[in-house]
Structures are given as structure tokens and as C-alpha cells.
């Protein structure tokens, strides 16, 4: 069954009036350049129309030469400054038009950075997120191109009026037979011309997989797989198939394109031939003149193109409102958290107690809990360690804690206090936090660990770097911590490795100094031996702080103060590392694995057990 497709939320008017608000309350220029440009276009346009006629019925009224001469004249300047005066504002049209549209950009940036954890794992908010920045994606973009499409609509009507005060003389069936001729050709090359709009589903298919052999044989990451697997073949393979398909696809185009252009010929045909016929009967039986034919005739045919540019413009203007409805819809999107309506989170907060209230949550289209009915308490101060196989909903349960997930049942209170009630944004402000999955900011180590621009504490910087065991691999680097990491801006930026880059992560989090550290497997990319030597610092980096720390290698878990075996979304086992091995359950046998892999080295101890 074909699905139905979802009405826009706003129709065009409404989304003109968004703009045009928006114009008016940021950038009031931008409306008045749009109506001085569509006076000036179409005065342009109106004026070399009457040039000659006018000129010509000067010379067959036998008028005086200097009379011939100042007519001349009146009708160059008009041009001059009527051109002039477009080509100026068309110039300047720009710049307020490309600041509304950053504006929009900003705010649907904004939006990505700022929404609800949950809408990230929603397909249908990425998808929306990014039909909104195709609207924005360029000058000729719905979000700056709407503005081309208004002017040009005041244009037309504008010609439109000026050519009917001079069509009024005429014959009523005259101006009729353009207009019919000229709505019949929009509308055959509107459905003619919109095939490859019904069909850019198709187009599309074809275009992605020749851009996605494009991006996998330009991207460095792709060249040892294709050099070590001889992956050239199967590429080239994929290029030719999409390649013969696209050109198939584009002779389809073209077939349907020129019979839109044999319609057109003909309506023209039709148009053209009865205006000359009626024109030339006039001349004949009523005495037309030269001057009056040709501007009749000139008059006839300009306005069918502001006819028809009446039509094509709104019909630009309502495709553009569809892809513009898109991003309004985007950006009102619903939160399901509480920010700026939520309530203030206490001032100068340091002693945190999070509990998890009989907690289960379970993934949006997954069959079963992935936390189920889980209660824990984070007490001020307390180190605690999660550990478990994977699965075992550890990572999960971080995302609750820290407030990116609400639980599907139960509760996670601050203090006593539901944290769905606080303004979210300030309830992350309680946390320093090293995830699995982390963003390096294409800039220099000082601003990675500061994450700020302005105002960093350069000591406090070092001291971080200190604490997480960077400082000689800073020191190492060309510019010291004014080093670039990455080179996808800077030249000169340089490639950390897996385990540096998790130990500048780990000095960004000690940076922020919060009450409470998250420590999400923070040590995955280093050997047992840095890894070792992260832990001898472990106590000193959470003084004073509660901190939860996820680990596979369960060495690392006898810092903590408690220690927590998850399986299947449950607590199985809760102790300190001592007492969890005398207890001989699930975590002392995977402590009793691990030690063998280590001792006995690696994969046989992993075989015998």
C-alpha cells in the first residue's frame, strides 16, 4: 500500500509571511531592494518596449529633428539609469539576503546541538535535520532563493499591469487567446517539465552510489582496504553499473523535455499567427500604423511572458514553501526534555546524590528493557565502577545517570528531586565525562581540553595534561599545546594516536572540574601498562568528586569504592573488588579470565578457558 504523504504544516502564504517578518525584523533592506529591483526590472522592460514604437511615430508624425533628438535621449537615459539602477541593487541584494539566511543556518544548528539526546536517535529528526540545511545549502536555496522568486513575482505582475493599460485598445479576444494560449503551454510544461522532479527519488538512487565511489576512492581512510583487498575492481564495477543507468535515466529526461519544447513551438505558433493576422487585418481595414503594429505586436508578446512568468514564479514559489515548511517543522520539533521552562538547578551545587528509582528503559522499536527495573545510588564523593559483558546495559545506564535518556519507567533524582522537573541543560552541568565515542575539535590542544576560545587558563590547561599523563607528548609536538590536532582545517595539525587522543579526552573532562566524573571506558585504545598508569592517578583526578567508571578490564575496578556486575540490564552483583571475588560469581570468573589472558599471554588462555 503506497504510503500517504504527510500535508507541509504551512502552507505558501504562510511561509512568505515567515520570511517577510523575519526580513523586517532583522533586515528591513531586504524588502526594499526586492521592491526597488521588481520597479527597476520591469521599467527597464516597459521602457525598451515603447522605444522604438514611440520614436518610429515620431518620425512618421514628421516631427523637428531636435524634438526627435530629446525623445531619443529621454528614452537612453531611462535606460541607463533604469539598468544601472538594477545591476546596483542586484549587486547589493546580496548581502542582507545571505545574513537571513545564516540566521536560519544558526538556528538550525542550534537546533542539532541544543535538541533532546532522544531526537538524535530519532531517523525521522536526522532526516528532517537534513532536508532543513538543504534548504540553506546555497544561494539559489528555498531559504535565499525565495527572495529571487518574490522580486521576480512583483516584476511580472508589474509588466503584466503595464502591458494590459497598453493591450486595452485591442480587441477583448485578442488579449483572451494569449492568455488562454499561454496558461494551456504552462501548464502542458509544467507537467511536462515536472518529471524529473517525480522522478529525483530515481535520479538520486543513481547519483549516490556514483558519489559514494567517489567518496571511498578520494578518502585516505579507504586506501589501505583497497590496495590490501583489491577493491578497484568491485568499485569500477559499481561506477559503470550506476553510470549506464544514470545515462539511461537522463535520455529519458531528454526524450520528454523536447516534446515539452515541440508544445511550446506550436502554442507560439498559434499565438504569434493570430496576432500578426489581427494586427495585419487592422492595418488593412482601419489603418494601423508602422509604429502602432510594432507595438502591439511587441505588447502581445511581452505579455504573454509576464503571463506566463506569473505562473512559473508561483509555481517556483510553492515548491520552494514545501522544502521551507521542511525546515519550520524541523525547528519546531518537540523536545521531550524541559530546558529553559525546566527549573533552575540550586546555585553552587557541589554535593550530588543521584539515584536511579526502579529504572527500566527500553530503545524505541526493541523488543525488551535494555535497564530493567534497576535501582542505584551515587553517593557525594563515592567512586563506583560498572562492569559486565557487553550488552550487559552499561553504557545505558551512563546515558540515564548523565540525564541524555529518561527512563521508560522509574525515575533519576538529584537530591531527592526528579531531574525531568531541572532545566536539562543545566543538569549536564553537573557532570565531566569521557564517552566511548568522543568529538575532537579541529583546532589546537589548548582549546580541546578548554573547549572554549577565549579566556583559557593555560596553567590549569598544562595541569590536565599533567594529570592525564599528555604533558611529554605535548611538550613533543611542533607548538607546544598550540599544536592544531587533525589536519582537515590546519596544515600543520598533527595525528594523534587512539591512546593520546583518549588521554587529551580525558584532560578535557578534568578541565571542566564538575562535582560528578563519568568515565565511559576511558582507557579502550591504551596497553595494559599506560592503561596501569592512568589508574595510579585515578584517585587524585576525582578528589572530592562522586565519580562513575566503566571498564572491561576489571584490574582497574579495585580504585573504586563499589563496584557494580551488570547482567541483562540488572544488578547481579554489588561489593567491592575483594568481596566480589570471595563471593565467586560472575565477576570473579571474568576477573579469573582476564588475569589468565595477561599472565599466560593472550589468545590460549583465552582458548583453555
Excluded at 600543520?492 to 568515565?519: K, N, T
Amino acid at each position: 500500500m503506497k504510503e500517504k504523504k504527510k500535508k507541509p504544516t504551512y502552507n505558501m502564504w504562510q511561509n512568505t509571511a515567515y520570511f517577510v517578518r523575519a526580513a523586517w525584523g532583522n533586515c528591513p533592506s531586504v524588502l526594499l531592494i526586492c521592491l526597488l529591483l521588481a520597479v527597476a526590472t520591469a521599467g527597464a522592460t516597459v521602457v525598451e518596449m515603447l522605444f522604438v514604437p514611440v520614436v518610429l511615430g515620431q518620425v512618421e508624425g514628421h516631427v523637428p529633428l531636435p524634438q526627435l533628438l530629446a525623445t531619443i535621449g529621454v528614452f537612453t537615459l531611462a535606460l541607463l539609469l533604469l539598468w544601472g539602477g538594477k545591476t546596483y541593487l542586484r549587486e547589493n541584494s546580496l548581502f542582507g539576503r545571505i545574513e537571513l539566511r545564516e540566521m536560519i543556518i544558526l538556528r538550525i544548528v542550534n537546533k542539532h546541538t541544543s535538541t533532546s539526546y532522544p531526537n538524535l536517535m530519532d531517523t525521522e529528526f536526522l532526516r528532517a535535520g537534513e532536508q532543513a540545511q538543504r534548504t540553506c545549502s546555497s544561494n539559489s536555496a528555498p531559504c535565499e532563493g525565495i527572495w529571487t522568486t518574490c522580486t521576480d513575482i512583483l516584476t511580472n505582475v508589474l509588466g503584466f499591469v503595464a502591458y494590459l493599460l497598453l493591450l486595452t485598445g485591442l480587441s477583448g479576444w485578442m488579449v483572451a487567446l494569449v492568455v488562454l494560449t499561454t496558461a494551456v503551454g504552462y501548464l502542458v510544461n509544467q507537467r511536462l517539465h515536472g518529471w524529473g522532479y517525480r522522478h529525483r527519488e530515481e535520479e538520486a538512487a543513481y547519483t549516490n552510489q556514483m558519489n559514494y565511489v567517489r567518496r571511498v576512492t578520494t578518502k585516505r581512510e579507504q586506501a589501505q582496504d583497497l590496495r590490501i583487498f583489491g577493491l578497484r575492481p568491485w568499485l569500477e564495477e559499481v561506477w559503470d553499473s550506476a553510470m549506464a543507468a544514470y545515462q539511461a535515466f537522463l535520455m529519458r529526461q531528454e526524450r520528454v523535455y523536447f516534446l515539452t519544447h515541440v508544445v511550446d513551438a506550436l502554442l507560439t505558433l498559434l499565438r504569434n499567427g493570430g496576432a500578426y493576422a489581427y494586427l495585419i487585418w487592422l492595418t488593412l481595414t482601419q489603418g494601423l500604423s508602422a509604429s502602432q503594429f510594432l507595438l502591439y505586436f511587441a505588447a502581445i508578446s511581452g505579455f504573454t511572458q509576464w503571463v506566463k512568468g506569473i505562473m512559473e514564479q508561483f509555481s517556483t514559489l510553492q515548491r520552494q514553501s514545501l522544502e521551507i515548511s521542511k525546515m519550520r517543522e524541523f525547528l519546531e520539533w518537540p523536545e521531550s526534555f524541559a530546558f529553559e521552562e525546566g527549573a533552575p538547578l540550586p546555585q553552587g551545587l557541589k554535593n550530588c546524590e543521584i539515584k536511579l528509582d526502579h529504572v527500566s528503559y527500553r530503545y524505541p522499536g526493541a523488543e525488551k528493557d535494555t535497564i530493567s527495573n534497576l535501582t542505584f545510588t551515587l553517593h557525594p564523593g563515592e567512586k563506583v565502577a560498572i562492569v559486565g559483558l557487553n550488552g550487559a546495559g552499561k553504557t545505558t545506564l551512563v546515558k540515564l545517570l548523565c540525564g541524555f535518556l529518561d527512563p521508560t519507567r522509574g525515575s533519576v533524582r538529584l537530591n531527592g528531586v526528579d531531574i525531568r522537573t531541572y532545566n536539562r541543560r543545566e543538569y549536564y552541568h553537573l557532570f565531566s565525562a569521557v564517552f566511548q565515542e568522543f568529538s575532537v575539535l579541529d583546532t589546537n590542544v589548548a582549546v580541546n581540553v578548554a573547549q572554549r576560545v577565549d579566556g583559557i587558563d593555560r596553567a590549569r590547561v598544562a595541569e590536565c595534561l599533567e594529570k592525564a599523563g599528555l604533558t611529554q607528548a605535548v611538550e613533543a609536538l611542533p607548538k607546544g599545546m598550540d599544536t592544531p590536532v587533525t589536519r582537515n582545517v590546519f596544515e600543520d595539525g598533527v595525528e594523534l594516536s587512539g591512546g593520546q587522543m583518549q588521554r587529551l579526552m580525558l584532560a578535557r573532562a578534568l578541565y571542566r572540574d564538575a562535582p560528578v566524573v563519568v568515565l565511559d571506558e576511558p582507557t579502550a585504545a591504551l596497553d595494559p601498562l599506560a592503561e596501569h598508569d592512568i589508574y595510579m592517578k585515578y584517585n587524585s583526578m576525582t578528589q572530592g568528586k562522586s565519580s562513575l567508571f566503566i571498564s572491561h578490564r576489571l584490574a582497574s575496578t579495585r580504585f573504586c569504592d563499589r563496584i557494580l556486575y551488570m547482567e541483562q540490564g540488572r544488578i547481579a552483583e554489588e561489593g567491592t573488588h575483594q568481596s566480589l571475588l570471595d563471593l565467586g560469581g560472575g565477576y570473579a570468573k571474568l576477573f579469573e579470565v582476564q588475569s589468565r589472558y595477561y599472565q599466560e599471554g593472550g589468545d590460549e588462555a583465552w582458548k583453555r578457558s
